[in-house]
Nanobody
Framework: QVELAESGGGLVQSGGSLRVSCAFS????????MGWYRQAPGKQRELVAR???????NYGDSVKGRFTISREHAKNTVYLQMHSLKPEDTAVYYC???????????WGQGTQVTVSS
């Protein structure tokens, strides 16, 4: 059973930076597309960034140029480095894993990121 454990959320001032991490366990990390999604109060969950096993990435329009997703296979961990944070980036950030073989999908519990103005 895949388990995802996010860490690194917190409170940061507008314009600041933060890195969140997601530790993957329970299966082979190398066959999963990893992603970060976020959900703000009263809004739908939206894609932030995704990264394929080979390192190909895609980003939501609102974070392009400010956020970077990366993965470290040796540590079974995916990161989201966030720069130039804005109050509208405030949300619960969820880690997602999707198998490239079965398309089975898993979610972490989420980590709160709050950007103060």
């Amino acid at each position: 059973q895949v388990e995802l454990a996010e860490s690194g959320g917190g409170l940061v001032q507008s314009g600041g930076s933060l890195r969140v991490s997601c530790a993957f366990s329970g299966s082979s990390f190398s066959i999963y597309v990893m992603g970060w999604y976020r959900q703000a109060p009263g809004k739908q969950r939206e894609l932030v960034a995704r990264i394929s096993p080979g390192g190909s990435t895609n980003y939501g329009d609102s974070v392009k140029g400010r956020f970077t997703i990366s993965r470290e296979h040796a540590k079974n961990t995916v990161y989201l480095q966030m720069h130039s944070l804005k109050p509208e980036d405030t949300a619960v950030y969820y880690c997602n894993a999707q198998s490239v073989r079965t398309y089975a999908e898993y979610w972490g519990q989420g980590t709160q990121v709050t950007v103060s103005s």
